[in-house]
């Protein structure tokens, strides 16, 4: 069974500019979690989709958004991005909503912001 | 404001040596706490705890909550070096859904 696979895997973008990374679930999880990690804030939840419906979302700006398809893949945008946005994204995806006991994460998208 | 921190925030151990990992939590609603591994980039889960005082185990791992005082705790015994890795502790708690606030991590190293 192919695991969480999340695209692109590096990315160069400068400040101003909006990006859209993509993350496809592992087959037959129908819910996908973003996050953020950064040296200095760690690891941080941006949000969960499930059944294409955000169901949580963290502290975050609503220049982070993201949207899930009826096929639960799906993708995170940032707009107006600023040089502190430069960080790991890491998509997660499980079988139930909410389920952290069967939440696989993906390989991640390397970000960064001139 | 809801926080979780770890410590200590890096550790370096022998191989052989059993290490304790510590996480505390302030946050309001709490569900869950859970434990990762995070060797290159994606984190491994590991434990989830929800009740006090039960030890989970798996392997050479484990891991208890303490609700009352508001933490808990990950131990590795007879360590390797492939548990070389960075260690976090998340809590899971209701604001408008479900949200994780992760610590910033332990960093342990073991060296042969």
């Known amino acids: 069974k192919a695991g969480v696979t999340q695209t692109p895997r590096y990315l160069i973008k400068t400040r101003g500019q909006q990006v859209t990374l993509s993350c496809s679930p592992i087959?037959?999880?129908?819910?996908v979690s973003w996050y953020q990690q950064t040296p200095g804030q760690g690891l941080q939840f941006l949000f969960e989709?499930?059944?294409?419906?955000?169901?949580n979302k963290g502290n975050f700006p609503g220049r982070f958004s993201g949207r899930q398809f009826s096929n639960s893949r799906s993708e995170m945008n940032v707009s107006t991005l600023e040089l502190g946005d430069s960080a790991l994204y890491l998509c997660?995806?499980?079988?139930?909503?909410?389920?952290?006991?069967?939440?696989?994460f993906g390989p991640g998208t390397r970000l960064l912001v001139l | 404001e809801d926080k979780v921190v770890q410590s200590p925030l890096s550790l370096v151990v022998h191989e052989g040596d059993t290490v304790t990992l510590n996480c505390s939590y302030e946050?309001?609603?709490?569900?869950?706490l859970l434990w990762y591994k995070q060797e290159k980039k994606a984190p491994t889960f590991l434990f989830m705890l929800?009740?006090?005082?039960i030890e989970k185990k798996s392997g050479r791992l484990s891991s208890i909550l303490d609700k009352k005082e508001l933490f808990s705790i990950l131990n590795i015994t007879a360590t390797q070096t492939g548990d070389s890795a960075v260690y976090l502790c998340?809590?899971?708690?209701?604001?408008?859904?479900?949200?994780?606030?992760f610590g910033k991590g332990t960093s342990l190293l073991v060296t042969p």
């Open positions: 087959s037959g999880h129908r819910s």
């Open positions: 997660a995806s499980s079988l139930v909503q909410g389920s952290k006991e069967t939440q696989y």
């Open positions: 929800t009740s006090s005082g």
């Open positions: 989709y499930f059944s294409e419906t955000q169901r």
């Open positions: 998340a809590v899971e708690h209701q604001v408008s859904g479900y949200a994780l606030n």
């Open positions: 946050v309001t609603n709490f569900r869950s």
